[in-house]
């Protein structure tokens, strides 16, 4: 459910009052006299905290960064052991390396999400942080996973960057752990193109990360940018005025898009029903999650490979599943766990992860289609596996 498909004028005019309202300024930071008292990045960053009711928002250069920013606020280091899901986007454990911490990586369960269950088999004394992923939009349980986590006294970075504008019982993602990352890449809810952003409630957590993201700046609101206080290091990982200014027009469009993409999805499950013969839906862990994607499985190898064809002559096509799912299944990341911890019986190691998604089909949802496009699918799909 990408935001490019509904960009258009109220992004270009957003882009044009940087030059007719602020003389071009694109920097987040000082050039008071010219930008006529706009700060884009941090009107983003209001807004953004005030429609999902959390307390600090952060903007930043990518999701990929706003993992590293935080990690490194929380003080995550060299033999750190980070656990996460062995289906997720490879920046996940990419981060987790860079860092020079160690990725433990755990299976999924039937709702393509960490499996709580592995999650606490795999905690050790060097246990540092716990990433679950809300992949393609549907939330991990989140309250099995805080539960496991508070008992070990572990924190938990919420990865929702597939799950921008979801929620889990009620809540919105971005709001049930200690720090949450999101991504607008183009591909995502919302795009500002690339960017992302990081939201928490612990206030000096916010303040650590701000100042890494800024060469260390504090902001001091008493000193001049160039004598500015700094009491840590950091790197230069700010959103500029730009992104912000199309992610503030494409956050007015979110609700559309929700309503939208849900419509859609409906149509196909109303149509399939839960349970047909031969696939099982699988993404029903909440009744209120993003309806970004629709993932079932197809336990015969040869039906499952019609549905594939099919949807590609139709238009839909698959999201992840199986198309992109060497950079999505931490099985097929020899380049990066050859010679690690996590090469231990590398071909077996989440086999039950690799049986689950080499036998699964995931269909995008996307805004601008019918939803008779998805009614005529989901019937094409029930006589394919009917035959």
């Known amino acids: 459910m990408p935001g490019w498909e509904l960009i258009g004028n109220e992004e270009k005019e957003a882009l044009n009052e940087i030059f007719d309202e602020s003389n071009g300024v694109m920097f987040a930071h000082g050039f008071g006299h010219l930008r006529n008292g706009r700060y884009r990045v941090r009107e983003f960053e209001q807004k953004l905290a005030n429609y999902f009711e959390v307390g600090n928002v952060l903007a930043t250069t990518s999701g ?34 860079e860092i020079g911490a160690i990725p433990v990586v755990v299976d999924v369960d039937d709702s393509y999400n960490m499996d709580p269950v592995a999650l606490e088999s795999a905690i050790t004394e060097n246990t540092k942080l716990i990433i679950p992923v809300h992949m393609l939009g549907n939330p991990c349980d989140m309250d099995s996973i805080c539960s496991i986590a508070k008992r ?27 720090v949450s990352i999101f991504s607008f890449d183009f591909a995502k809810t919302i795009t500002t193109g690339e960017g992302g952003a990081i939201f928490t409630d612990d206030s000096n957590l916010d303040q650590a990360m701000r100042a890494f993201h800024d060469h260390g700046h504090e902001n001091n609101p008493s000193l001049p940018r160039g004598l500015d206080s700094r009491t840590r290091y950091g790197l230069n990982l700010r959103m500029n005025e730009m992104q912000a200014a199309v992610g503030i027009a494409q956050l007015e469009k979110l609700e559309k898009i929700r309503k939208l993409n849900t419509s859609n999805r409906d149509a196909f499950i109303d149509e399939m029903g839960d349970l047909v ?11 209120d ?51 690690s911890a996590n090469n231990s019986d590398y ?26 496009k998805y009614t005529a699918a989901a019937k094409k799909i029930k006589e394919i596996i009917g035959k």
């Open 289 to 339: 999650e993003l309806a970004d994607t629709i993932i079932f499985q197809i336990t015969c190898h040869v039906k499952r490979q019609e549905v594939i064809s099919y949807l590609g002559e139709c238009g839909l096509g698959t999201k992840n599943l199986p198309d992109a799912i060497d950079w999505h299944f931490a099985g097929t990341w020899h380049h990066m766990f050859d010679g």
């Open 152 to 178: 070990h006294n572990i924190p938990v970075m919420e990865d929702a960057c597939e799950a921008f504008g979801g929620k889990y019982n009620g809540q919105w993602v971005g709001g049930l752990a200690d």
């Open 347 to 372: 071909e077996n190691k989440w086999s039950k992860t690799e049986n689950l998604l080499r036998s699964s089909v995931s269909i995008p949802i996307l805004c601008l289609n019918d939803p008779r």
């Open 64 to 97: 990929t960064m706003a993992q590293y920013i935080a990690m490194r606020a929380m003080g995550i280091g060299p033999g750190d052991e980070v656990i996460t899901q062995a289906f997720t986007f490879v920046a996940t454990v990419e981060t987790i390396l």
């Open 277 to 287: 013969d031969g696939l099982v839906m699988r993404r029903l862990n909440s009744p």
